[in-house]
């Protein structure tokens, strides 16, 4: 972000470590961060969707696309994910994620990281434009397994800051209780 020189990196065990070359003065660098954070807090996230056939959209943002299927299904098996399952792999997968950062920005040393989500609608049936209802989300349920030798204070705390900073369990504890329970394996 403030402009270093990106010479390699190198693989050690269980590690990566990165090389940079510093320029420019202390002021020059402060100067540059600042600006940098300053584009960062107005960056705005976009996508495009459109029906792509029958039962299914397709989602483009940056230079990935993302399809979607029916708004709801009961089949074991389906080609695509209803809207509702990736909003639900999204928010396991955000905190997933920032939990493994988390912890290694706190030299947590973890084996592990796994986690179950479910979520439960107010009334299917209203989703399905089968009656009228309530839609939205009533509950949703997350369990996040780690597997890792630290103290357990520790990964609580790790956590506890993952689930604070993640912009997607921010918004939705906004509108639906969310129970997040964290297992030490």
Known sequence: MVGFEYLGFLEG???TRYFVRRTGSAVEQETSLEKDKSRA????WRARARSTGNLKSTVYCRNFSIELGQPASFETSDKHPCAVEYLLAALAGDLTTGFATECARSSLKVDDIE?????KLNN????LGLEDGD??????EMKCFVSS?????NLHQAWDRTIRRSPLAATLKKAVEIKFKLSIV
Do not use: C, Q, R, V
């Open 13 to 15: 065990d269980g590690f």
């Open 41 to 44: 807090k107005e960056y705005e």
């Open 149 to 153: 030798f630290e103290e357990e204070a």
């Open 135 to 140: 839609p939205s989300f009533s509950s949703i």
């Open 124 to 127: 299917i049936l209203a989703h």
């Open 115 to 119: 986690m179950t989500i479910s979520g």
